[in-house]
């Protein structure tokens, strides 16, 4: 069946003009999310020091009556010209409601909702050359968004930015998660740290998104959609305003000082601001980001594939019982894919090294992505796969695409190859994040889907071109290869921070599992922390339509646990977050089909969890328990098996050892309502 965006139901859209004279504007214009819970107001108004001088664009964000963000500055800083932020006049506002339904099959919600009210502000400077802007505000009840247009004007055609004057000052101190890599060109890779607000510095380059809890109030997520030729955005401290963040855009790496470069008519990114008095809900909102991004651009998706793949990198060469050298050759690919097809994986990953250098010259960005080195038989390892319904994804260095693109993508169809991981780009600058596009785009054309790696945060992009299956943009699981950094506690952070972004390719499924103490990286056969259930938690919890069986075949086969991989989806029907507290763990349900699965994961607290079972259907569900065993608190490996029978308003109690977990598989008893 296509994929396509298919719209179950629509409300009539009403627009409301209403005309302004121009003038100094003294009372503020107000959108109220569809539940009255959240409303965002604009104003022009002259606030006193440290605010600037002058009259000025502000908004302001309520949650219930309660304020979130008090005035914040809105405008846009050009190169070479005037700020855009000061000395406006009104010329009308509107008002639009819209609620509509689509479906996405690869996604953690089969059905989306787009549900919310609209306010536009159109607004002339007062003084020539009078350039216009129109502030686009809506309201969700998961959150608010906003952007700017610059609409086509004779006073603005070619411009340049160097920022925005975008500010979101939050009404108190408040505690935070944040990604703080201090630069613009990273690939996202970090910790996401505990701190507070009021410790951000004018000179932070802090990566979104950010989570924020609001002393006796929301959790608030601040992130950007529909980030499409333009920078990507980051936050620091706003000078003189001890708990505002003021926006700060990637620059062109050619063009100091310059971060965009545009004609008008001209979108921003929307500025999203997502509002929970769960940290929970957060996760249960990520719909937001797509719904701010245009509809799919692809007229046939049908050969889009979501699913597991396994994945030659993680073991590093390591293999045991084999009659040959592992390493990046013929046999042990074709390895690979043999345990891809006895379980089942729709895909095996080959990652760096199997093309041939570029005019002997070493380094994967200068590789022949055209032709493969001597050790790889790539034309007999695509119809070993072939043979055996696996399909083919090649890792390469987003140089080597850039240079070879429109060669290599056509041949890679002619070959039969299914994907591609494109890995490097370590920026979100205006150039790097058109080419994504560009990137995504071809290979849609030769039906290839995209594995982004050393990238930044997702903004939707995936409505648009679900090719793009997942990316990286997250201190994943390889760093345990030569670091002690991806711990259980940053991996109960991710859930409500970096994956509110969108799918991420952490690359779980390690099975060497050891206890804090046990634990040492190595490159070869390398170890992670955290118990064996842990692991399989993270099949649920951590969300992306294509996702890794990272170790090596013969630590699968026959080990507990691998019947949990063997059933569990990539994506889903439904998702609900019973419980969690971000730092110490979590509980995610996800259901597929008549089955439900749930993951459980704790930081290194050994946790007892009384799991109520309400998301569960009608009928009886037998549940298939994977749970840190006895003895998992000295050995990680550990794990328990079970069985019972359950329904909604049961209970499941589990106790979880340091770094532990829990992964469920409910089934939905023969003859029950809604089995088949």
Known sequence: MRFRTVLLATLLVILVEVSIIPRAFSQALTVASPDNKISLSFDLKSLPAPYASGQRAYYRVTYQGNPVLTDS????????????NHDFSIQSSSMASHDSSWQDRINDNLTV??????????????????????????????????????????????????GEDTGFYFTQAAPAFALNLGSFTT??????????????????IVNLPLLVHIPNGPWVALLEADLEDYAGMYVGAAAGFPNGLASKLSPLPDH??????????????????????????????????????????????????????????????????VN???GMNTPTLEHYIQFAADHHLPYMLIDAGWARHSNQQKGWETADITHWNSNVDLPAILAFARQRHVKVILWMHWKSVKRQMNQAFPLFQKWGVAGVKIDFMNRDDQEMVNFYYQMART??????????????????????????????????????????????????????????????????????NATKEQFKPRQVNPMCQGTRAHQLAMYVVFFSPLQMLSDYPEIYDHSPGMAFLDQVPTVWDETRVVDGDPGEYVTIARKKGDKWYLGSMTNWTPRDLDIPLDFLGAGTYQAEIFADGPDAAQNAKSLTISKKWVKAGDHLSARLAPGGGLAVIFTLAPGAPGSH
């Not at 701010?292 to 590093?316: Q, V, Y």
């Not at 849609?444 to 889907?449: I, T």
């Not at 995936?462 to 997942?470: S, V």
């Open 73 to 84: 500055p809105l405008g846009l800083d050009f190169v070479g010209a005037p700020a855009l």
């Open 113 to 162: 909702r787009d549900h919310y009210n609209q306010l536009t502000v159109r607004l002339e400077e007062r003084q020539a050359p009078h350039r216009r802007v129109e502030l686009i505000f809506r309201a969700y009840n998961s959150g608010v968004a906003f952007r700017y247009l610059l609409p086509r004007q004779p006073a603005l055609g070619k411009f340049a930015l160097a």
């Open 187 to 204: 690939p996202y890779e970090g910790e996401f740290e505990r701190t507070s607000l009021d410790q951000f510095k004018p000179s932070s």
């Open 256 to 321: 100091p000082g310059t971060a965009v470069i545009a004609s008008t008519p001209k979108s921003t990114p929307w500025r999203v601001i997502m509002i929970n008095p769960r940290p929970g809900g957060l996760i249960e909102s990520t719909d937001l980001i797509l719904n701010l991004n245009p509809p799919c651009a692809l007229k046939d998706t049908s050969w889009i594939e979501p699913g597991k793949t396994a994945w030659d990198w993680w073991s590093g060469d390591y293999d045991t019982d």
């Open 324 to 326: 040959f050298k592992p």
């Open 443 to 512: 290979a849609a054309r030769y039906h290839l889907v995209v594995d982004f790696h050393g990238a930044f945060k997702p903004t939707g992009m995936r409505r648009t071109y679900p090719n793009q299956l997942t990316r990286e943009g997250v201190m994943g699981m390889e760093y345990s290869k030569w670091s002690y950094r991806t711990t259980p506690y940053h991996d109960v952070i991710l859930p409500f921070t970096r994956m509110l972004a969108g799918p991420m390719d952490y690359t779980p499924g390690c099975f060497n």
